[in-house]
């Protein structure tokens, strides 16, 4: 009789450890004062021929204090009946509220037929507009069709999808995100940061010539609980062949005061292309350390990378 008293004893102390250990999370009284840990758009091209897709280069604003943000994605996106979901790793976009409209703007006269967009927050569609997919929306600059296509805070806020009643956890941030949505937050920030380096053209890296894309063009590994190991594969426009731009660098997840820190250390490259005028490795930490630190009301914080690469904040 003793054991099973010593054994519940042991049983409830262990239950009240964890759920002490689970963070609560109050939800703002305006769905616009929502903090955003995840900020997505996604784009649906047309079936109608295989002119629907587009080369040219695409780029999104949420706010008049927003520069362009570009969208790339490692492989060969925005084709003929795709679904592209793209992350915007931008340190504009704290709370929902900071999403004033979203302007898309296509460069270039490579036209692109597209019959849904959706707007994401915290993994929760709040915004989308769809399209005849026998006569879809145009973004071009030729044939009586426009470059942008804009929504304006009304429209998104009024689609039906902006309210608790639709989104009623859309407060909540994640407690594991997966290896993959890592790699796509990272491919995200990498497909816009690299339109903005000066004096260069930095692409993904493609099969087509001299091979410059060895697996996907972003790839993590575990190195231990507390270390992601990240490779990017790039190239750099040249005449001639185009020499592969490599990029390893380390994530790397710590605990102040019950604050979760994500840290971007331990960047190398192949070629001398890590500066404040080429690749800023500095930009890319801050960055993407705001966009992933997290602050958890629990008593003890635990935050690590389990084996498959995944991120726990528990």
Not at 49 to 62: E, H, I, P, R
Request: aromatic residues 10%.
């Amino acid at each position: 009789m003793k054991k099973s008293l010593v054994f519940l004893s042991f049983f409830a102390a262990a239950q009240v450890s964890l759920i002490a250990q689970q963070p609560s999370f109050t939800r703002p009284a305006n769905i616009n004062d929502v903090p955003v840990y995840r900020l997505q758009v996604a784009f649906t091209t047309a079936n109608t021929n295989n002119d629907a897709g587009t080369d040219s280069k695409v780029y999104v604003q949420l706010n008049s204090t927003m520069r362009a943000y570009y969208l790339d994605l490692g492989i060969d996106d925005r084709e003929r009946n795709q679904i592209n979901v793209y992350d915007v790793v931008e340190p504009s976009v704290r709370f929902i509220r900071d999403i004033q409209h979203l302007n898309i703007t296509k460069v270039g006269n490579d036209g692109w037929a597209i019959t849904k967009v959706e707007l994401r927050v915290n993994g929760h569609k709040i915004f989308e507009k769809t399209y005849s997919a026998t006569s879809p929306h145009i973004i071009d600059g030729n044939e009586g069709h426009q470059p942008v296509l804009n929504f304006t805070s009304s429209q998104l806020r009024n689609g039906g999808l902006w309210t608790y009643a639709k989104v009623p956890n859309i407060h909540v941030p994640p407690l594991l995100i997966s290896k993959a949505d890592l790699m796509k937050m990272v491919e995200g920030f990498v497909g816009n940061y690299i339109r903005y380096i000066p004096n260069e053209t930095v692409n993904w890296g493609d099969r087509d010539g001299v091979n410059t894309l060895f697996g996907p063009a972003v790839e993590a590994s575990f190195r231990n609980r507390q270390t992601l190991t990240f490779d990017l594969d790039l190239q750099v426009a040249r005449t001639g062949p185009n020499p592969e731009l490599d990029i390893d660098f380390d994530l790397v997840v710590s605990c102040t005061n019950g604050r979760v820190l994500i840290s971007v250390e331990n960047a190398r490259a192949n070629i001398n292309f890590l500066s404040t005028t080429k690749f800023n490795v500095a930009k890319m930490k801050l960055d993407l350390s705001n966009y992933l630190n997290r602050s958890f009301n629990v008593p003890v914080c635990n935050a690590h990378f389990r084996t498959d690469g995944s991120l726990s904040f528990l």
